[in-house]
């Protein structure tokens, strides 16, 4: 039987709670009720029915409240005092405070926290900055994308060559006949002495590399701000040069160096030099170093017409002439191919009625400007190119650091948040509800990454010093502003901070509070998996890192230590960049000089010495004057000492003999890589053998056969290379010295250096030296890799730290039962050590094969290599071990000392 | 009929109500009900905060009545403030009614 009464109370019970109902307006409501239950039972209803209708009718508590308050209040739309917040924003300072005296409470943990990812961000940020140095050559240029330079591709009798210079003509000749062409500059070396351009600038001497002849257009094609002088009128007149900024500081201090002259010595190809006056016309900023275009001065084009008459009209390309064309937007490139291809014609048609001889067929291609760092390998390139290899291993190198860094912050942030169980329940209990409480974690995981993102800066800022210093580059701070550096590192740290603070904002707050305050759950052990896999993952990333940087240290050692096949220790070398016919014509002389003194060992004279033998190369053929097919050997001229100074091994025959002066127009030795090139069985077939040389169209015939020495470095094969005895090309003085009275003998170097060459400063270096800057990208490598290894381990050892402080304050009453069971320090250490130092184990098979492949990857870049023996990686896991018991057992031994009272007592 | 014309009429609507004389909520729901021929149903949720909003503010003042078996009822009536209100809301009213008018017969007058 339906009791009305009963309903009423139940109905009157449901408002209880009731914060917008005040009181009064519930008996209201209950009238109400009533007179509605009576009416519909008035008209027919059961009471049951009447009252469940009218119930409906008047609405349920929620929706009372929710229109009592809102008529109530005086703001329409505000929110009701018992509502849920809709921002938490009340809480805000609450939190800040929480999050600030969590990281004071643990100063170690939220330091080790903060600086391991800064430390990753920071190593990752310089190289993000470094590879984004390396792409953004040449892209600063008004209108780099229509601006290219002419490169040129030539197939003649004796194979194909690419190279990117073109004949003089070429730029007068698009200038003249494609108006689509905006700009047309050509750049031009000093003919015969690009390398040493003597500047004398009164008293003052110096060697100038950077030197070139430009169209006054340069200006305009490339982006060069000018400090003094006027761009447009600077170079219109012979004989004019414009500086950079530094070498005016250079040649006059502090002075203005507008209207100076300073004195050049250029060699024409003309036979005589001399010094010539130019006058400075203009002062510019320094060439920045992302260009593949750098110049310390730039002549007037005009100077050189003075000189070479045909300058502008030369379609052969004797001398290195680089033409840079921008093209207008509407430029017809089918016509512009036309055009190239008959001004190719044409230099063919110059070339045999010159030589009559054919010509070989050569066809000119665009390259875009910007392209040229990374993507430009041809013949005579002005800047050595940029390096994809070491790009990629760099970008990778960068990821791995930065990964380490984030799976320790990750770690660290999960284990730190276990211990606030309390406050999660404290938090629950009064109120909070789970999106309110993950939104309290990920906000303070967000404050943890800004603060490490701050440290990283001022990180990075320290950093970029020695890196700097070290790659040769140029990187700022500011340059992480551009939106290609910024925007990711900006995604990785929300997903950083995400990452770090997923674990209290979900896993934690998923706990019913009373089992978090009764200490029922242990929170660790749920998320443990997830910590094991971060250490893992940390260790693993690690362990590649040193067996990387161990092979690399390992293969540029062998590089360098291996017998290379001649005497590289104790050169000195002495390039002769001026007065350089005194050489040629009397250096058995000025050597007969230098070898007075008895520390020095021997002298010779050549064209280069090993490490610096370029591509120049003979074509050799038996048949008098036909090189159709003829084989090609890189040429190193030298003089009668050289095989003796730098201990070549003869295999056959004899070295050049002084007693036997014929040699030189008679005599060729090779090495024994040039067998194979000439086609010849064993070194005893050479001996006798005679040649024909393109070159001097000589012949001479073989007297002797070296064994390989390793002339290039040992990335490459050992290139079939031909000594020849040749005055007209000599131009390095090497000097074997004993080092024992080193300053005499130094003395002494000088003293015959300036009798033979006065006023020339000596540019003398060590040959062992220059050797090793054939290795400098391995060199700059394995120095980065050994840096993001030490680090990445210490972050890694960081994380297990924490780990195993954290497991060791779980396990806290384990042990303390142990201890007062008898169990001693050892046994407890060693019961902690167990388990880490399986997951080490598995670090190091996870990260055993891809290590593996990579280093085998990079081997492969070079000839002569080390192999990557399995003794290493064994050692290297052993290593990680160590240094992971180490730091485990540092813990463990802690954890035993105290004193088991203390962990038993409560409960 | 729209949200927002209920809404614009309803404290007119029970200023008028009350002009004849005291009434009780249930009661003011009943007669809106049938003066609108059923058109205009006002929900509980809707008058009472609208009332107590009324009485807070003055214009109108209730007071608790017995109504036989010991039940209470809590009856409304106009303050002097309502009546003023209540001639202001008159006005407004005829003036858009008479607006109207206008409008609809000159339009039928086109016709």
């Given at each position: 039987m339906f009791d009305f009464e009963k309903a009423i109370g139940r109905w009157r019970k449901s408002f209880h709670g009731s914060e917008a109902i005040e009181e009064g307006a519930l008996e209201e409501l209950e009238g109400h009720l009533r007179d509605k239950v009576e009416d519909l039972m008035g008209r027919g209803k059961t009471g049951e029915e009447a009252f469940a209708e009218a119930v409906e009718k008047i609405g349920k508590k929620e929706l009372l409240d929710e229109d009592f308050f809102q008529a109530a209040a005086r703001k329409a739309g505000g929110r009701a005092p018992w509502k849920k917040s809709r921002f938490g924003a009340g809480l805000m300072p609450n939190y800040l405070l929480t999050a600030v005296r969590k990281i004071r409470r643990q100063k170690?943990?939220?330091?080790?926290?903060?600086?391991?990812l800064a430390v990753g961000l920071?190593?990752?940020?310089?190289?993000?900055?470094?590879?984004?140095?390396?792409?953004?050559?040449?892209?600063?240029?008004?209108?780099?994308?229509?601006?290219?330079?002419?490169?040129?591709?030539?197939?003649?009798?004796?194979?194909e060559s690419t190279g990117v210079s073109t004949g003089n003509a070429m730029a007068p000749t698009i200038r003249r006949e494609f108006p689509q062409a905006e700009e047309v500059v050509r750049i031009t070396p000093p003919p015969e002495n690009a390398d040493h351009v003597l500047a004398v600038c009164g008293d003052k001497r110096f060697f100038e590399n950077r030197v070139w002849f430009v169209d006054e257009s340069v200006f305009r094609v490339f982006r060069i701000p000018f400090l003094q002088g006027d761009s447009g009128k600077a170079l219109s007149d012979p004989f004019s040069v414009v500086l950079t900024e530094s070498m005016a500081r250079k040649y006059f201090g502090g002075e203005p160096a507008l209207g100076k002259t300073v004195r050049l010595e250029i060699d024409y190809d003309t036979g005589a030099t001399e010094l010539e006056d130019f006058r400075v016309t203009g002062v510019v900023r320094d060439a920045p170093r992302n260009?593949?275009?750098?110049?310390?001065?730039?002549?007037?084009?005009?100077?050189?017409?003075?000189?070479?008459?045909?300058?502008?009209?030369?379609?052969?390309?004797?001398?290195?002439?680089?033409?840079?064309?921008?093209?207008?937007?509407?430029?017809?490139?089918?016509?512009?191919?036309?055009?190239?291809?008959?001004?190719?014609?044409?230099?063919?048609?110059?070339?045999?009625?010159?030589?009559n001889r054919p010509a070989g067929k050569t066809d000119y291609f665009l390259q875009p400007v910007a392209s040229i760092h990374m993507r430009s390998r041809f013949q005579g390139e002005i800047d050595p190119p940029g390096n994809w290899t070491y790009i990629s291993i760099y970008s990778l190198i960068a990821f791995l650091i930065l990964l380490i860094g984030c799976l320790n912050f990750i770690n660290l942030s999960a284990v730190l948040s276990a211990t606030r169980t309390k406050e999660v329940g404290l938090r629950k209990v009064i109120g909070a509800g789970r999106g309110q409480l993950a939104r309290q974690f990920l906000g303070e995981s967000f404050l943890i990454t800004f603060l490490s993102f701050c440290l990283s800066l001022v990180l990075t800022a320290a950093l970029l010093v020695p890196f700097n210093r070290m790659a040769g580059t140029e990187l700022?701070?500011?340059?992480?502003?551009?939106?290609?550096?910024?925007?990711?590192?900006?995604?990785?740290?929300?997903?950083?901070?995400?990452?770090?603070?997923?674990?209290?904002?979900?896993?934690?707050?998923?706990?019913?509070?009373?089992?978090?305050?009764?200490?029922?759950?242990?929170?660790?052990a749920r998320g443990a998996w997830i910590q094991k896999a971060l250490v893992v993952g940390q260790f693993a990333v690690s362990?590649?890192?040193?067996?990387?940087?161990?092979?690399?240290?390992?293969?540029?050692?062998?590089?360098?230590?291996?017998?290379?096949?001649?005497?590289?220790?104790?050169?000195?070398?002495?390039?002769?960049?001026?007065?350089?016919?005194?050489?040629?014509?009397?250096?058995?002389?000025?050597?007969?000089?230098?070898?007075?003194?008895?520390?020095?060992?021997g002298a010779t004279i050549s064209s280069s010495v090993p490490g610096d033998i370029d591509e120049g190369g003979y074509y050799l053929t038996t048949r008098e004057g036909d090189f159709r097919g003829a084989p090609r050997l890189l040429v190193n001229t030298v003089d009668f000492d050289f095989i003796r100074v730098f201990g070549l091994k003869m295999i056959a025959g004899r070295p050049f003999d002084p007693a036997n002066r014929s040699d030189i127009n008679e005599a060729f030795v090779i090495n024994r890589a040039g067998l194979k090139e000439l086609g010849l069985a064993s070194p005893e077939d050479a001996l006798g053998k005679r040649y024909q040389a393109h070159y001097n169209r000589r012949w001479k015939t073989i007297?002797?056969?070296?064994?390989?020495?390793?002339?290039?470095?040992?990335?490459?094969n050992v290139r079939p290379l031909l000594l020849d005895i040749e005055p007209s090309l000599l131009d390095t003085l090497t000097l074997s010295v004993r080092t024992t009275n080193r300053d005499s003998v130094m003395k002494h170097i000088r003293a015959v250096w300036e009798s033979h060459f006065p006023g020339v400063p000596p540019a003398a270096s060590f040959l062992d030296e220059r050797f090793d800057r054939l290795y400098r990208y391995e060199e700059q490598m394995s120095r980065l890799l050994a840096l993001t290894t030490i680090l990445g381990l210490m972050i890694a050892c960081l994380g297990l730290f924490g780990l195993a402080y954290f497991t060791a304050g779980l396990k806290r009453k384990e042990i303390g039962i142990r201890r007062v069971l008898g169990a001693s320090s050892s046994s407890v250490v060693a019961l902690l050590s167990k388990r880490f130092a399986g997951l080490v184990l598995l670090s190091a098979l996870l990260a055993g094969p891809p290590a593996w492949f990579a280093v085998n990857r990079w081997l492969q870049e070079f000839a002569y290599r080390v192999r990557p023996g399995g003794l290493i990686f064994a050692a290297v896991a052993a290593g990680a071990l160590a240094i992971a018991l180490a730091t485990v057992g540092l813990q463990g031994w802690k954890a035993a000392r105290k004193n088991p009272v203390n962990s038993l007592r409560n409960e | 009929m729209s949200k927002s014309l209920v809404a614009a009429s309803t404290r007119p609507m029970i200023l008028s109500l009350l002009l004849k004389g005291e009434s009780y909520g249930y009661r003011i729901l009943q007669d809106v009900m049938s003066l609108s021929g059923g058109e205009i149903d006002w929900s509980e949720a809707l008058l009472y905060p609208v009332l107590h909003r009324?009485?807070?503010?003055?214009?109108?003042?209730?007071?608790?009545?017995?109504?036989?078996e010991k039940r209470m009822r809590k009856y409304y009536g106009l303050t002097e403030c309502g009546r003023l209100e209540l001639e202001a809301e008159k006005q407004s009213w005829l003036n858009i009614h008479g607006a109207f008018l206008r409008l609809w017969t000159a339009a039928e007058g086109i016709e």
């Amino acid at each position: 039987m339906f009791d009305f009464e009963k309903a009423i109370g139940r109905w009157r019970k449901s408002f209880h709670g009731s914060e917008a109902i005040e009181e009064g307006a519930l008996e209201e409501l209950e009238g109400h009720l009533r007179d509605k239950v009576e009416d519909l039972m008035g008209r027919g209803k059961t009471g049951e029915e009447a009252f469940a209708e009218a119930v409906e009718k008047i609405g349920k508590k929620e929706l009372l409240d929710e229109d009592f308050f809102q008529a109530a209040a005086r703001k329409a739309g505000g929110r009701a005092p018992w509502k849920k917040s809709r921002f938490g924003a009340g809480l805000m300072p609450n939190y800040l405070l929480t999050a600030v005296r969590k990281i004071r409470r643990q100063k170690l943990f939220s330091f080790i926290n903060i600086a391991g990812l800064a430390v990753g961000l920071a190593c990752c940020a310089v190289i993000i900055l470094y590879v984004v140095n390396e792409l953004s050559y040449d892209r600063f240029h008004p209108a780099s994308d229509r601006t290219y330079r002419i490169a040129s591709r030539t197939v003649n009798a004796v194979g194909e060559s690419t190279g990117v210079s073109t004949g003089n003509a070429m730029a007068p000749t698009i200038r003249r006949e494609f108006p689509q062409a905006e700009e047309v500059v050509r750049i031009t070396p000093p003919p015969e002495n690009a390398d040493h351009v003597l500047a004398v600038c009164g008293d003052k001497r110096f060697f100038e590399n950077r030197v070139w002849f430009v169209d006054e257009s340069v200006f305009r094609v490339f982006r060069i701000p000018f400090l003094q002088g006027d761009s447009g009128k600077a170079l219109s007149d012979p004989f004019s040069v414009v500086l950079t900024e530094s070498m005016a500081r250079k040649y006059f201090g502090g002075e203005p160096a507008l209207g100076k002259t300073v004195r050049l010595e250029i060699d024409y190809d003309t036979g005589a030099t001399e010094l010539e006056d130019f006058r400075v016309t203009g002062v510019v900023r320094d060439a920045p170093r992302n260009t593949h275009f750098k110049y310390d001065l730039l002549l007037s084009g005009s100077t050189l017409l003075r000189h070479l008459a045909d300058y502008d009209t030369d379609y052969l390309d004797y001398h290195f002439d680089y033409t840079y064309v921008r093209l207008a937007p509407s430029a017809d490139p089918v016509a512009f191919g036309g055009l190239l291809q008959r001004v190719a014609e044409e230099g063919a048609r110059v070339y045999e009625q010159r030589f009559n001889r054919p010509a070989g067929k050569t066809d000119y291609f665009l390259q875009p400007v910007a392209s040229i760092h990374m993507r430009s390998r041809f013949q005579g390139e002005i800047d050595p190119p940029g390096n994809w290899t070491y790009i990629s291993i760099y970008s990778l190198i960068a990821f791995l650091i930065l990964l380490i860094g984030c799976l320790n912050f990750i770690n660290l942030s999960a284990v730190l948040s276990a211990t606030r169980t309390k406050e999660v329940g404290l938090r629950k209990v009064i109120g909070a509800g789970r999106g309110q409480l993950a939104r309290q974690f990920l906000g303070e995981s967000f404050l943890i990454t800004f603060l490490s993102f701050c440290l990283s800066l001022v990180l990075t800022a320290a950093l970029l010093v020695p890196f700097n210093r070290m790659a040769g580059t140029e990187l700022m701070l500011g340059g992480l502003a551009q939106p290609a550096v910024f925007l990711p590192l900006l995604g990785l740290l929300v997903l950083v901070a995400v990452g770090s603070g997923a674990y209290p904002a979900f896993l934690l707050t998923s706990f019913r509070p009373a089992a978090m305050f009764r200490g029922e759950l242990d929170t660790a052990a749920r998320g443990a998996w997830i910590q094991k896999a971060l250490v893992v993952g940390q260790f693993a990333v690690s362990i590649f890192l040193v067996i990387c940087s161990v092979t690399a240290f390992r293969q540029l050692g062998f590089m360098r230590g291996q017998a290379l096949g001649f005497d590289l220790g104790k050169k000195l070398v002495l390039p002769v960049q001026s007065n350089i016919s005194h050489l040629r014509r009397d250096y058995e002389a000025i050597k007969a000089d230098f070898l007075k003194n008895p520390d020095i060992l021997g002298a010779t004279i050549s064209s280069s010495v090993p490490g610096d033998i370029d591509e120049g190369g003979y074509y050799l053929t038996t048949r008098e004057g036909d090189f159709r097919g003829a084989p090609r050997l890189l040429v190193n001229t030298v003089d009668f000492d050289f095989i003796r100074v730098f201990g070549l091994k003869m295999i056959a025959g004899r070295p050049f003999d002084p007693a036997n002066r014929s040699d030189i127009n008679e005599a060729f030795v090779i090495n024994r890589a040039g067998l194979k090139e000439l086609g010849l069985a064993s070194p005893e077939d050479a001996l006798g053998k005679r040649y024909q040389a393109h070159y001097n169209r000589r012949w001479k015939t073989i007297i002797g056969v070296v064994e390989d020495f390793h002339y290039r470095g040992m990335r490459e094969n050992v290139r079939p290379l031909l000594l020849d005895i040749e005055p007209s090309l000599l131009d390095t003085l090497t000097l074997s010295v004993r080092t024992t009275n080193r300053d005499s003998v130094m003395k002494h170097i000088r003293a015959v250096w300036e009798s033979h060459f006065p006023g020339v400063p000596p540019a003398a270096s060590f040959l062992d030296e220059r050797f090793d800057r054939l290795y400098r990208y391995e060199e700059q490598m394995s120095r980065l890799l050994a840096l993001t290894t030490i680090l990445g381990l210490m972050i890694a050892c960081l994380g297990l730290f924490g780990l195993a402080y954290f497991t060791a304050g779980l396990k806290r009453k384990e042990i303390g039962i142990r201890r007062v069971l008898g169990a001693s320090s050892s046994s407890v250490v060693a019961l902690l050590s167990k388990r880490f130092a399986g997951l080490v184990l598995l670090s190091a098979l996870l990260a055993g094969p891809p290590a593996w492949f990579a280093v085998n990857r990079w081997l492969q870049e070079f000839a002569y290599r080390v192999r990557p023996g399995g003794l290493i990686f064994a050692a290297v896991a052993a290593g990680a071990l160590a240094i992971a018991l180490a730091t485990v057992g540092l813990q463990g031994w802690k954890a035993a000392r105290k004193n088991p009272v203390n962990s038993l007592r409560n409960e | 009929m729209s949200k927002s014309l209920v809404a614009a009429s309803t404290r007119p609507m029970i200023l008028s109500l009350l002009l004849k004389g005291e009434s009780y909520g249930y009661r003011i729901l009943q007669d809106v009900m049938s003066l609108s021929g059923g058109e205009i149903d006002w929900s509980e949720a809707l008058l009472y905060p609208v009332l107590h909003r009324m009485e807070k503010e003055g214009v109108i003042r209730s007071r608790w009545k017995t109504a036989g078996e010991k039940r209470m009822r809590k009856y409304y009536g106009l303050t002097e403030c309502g009546r003023l209100e209540l001639e202001a809301e008159k006005q407004s009213w005829l003036n858009i009614h008479g607006a109207f008018l206008r409008l609809w017969t000159a339009a039928e007058g086109i016709e």
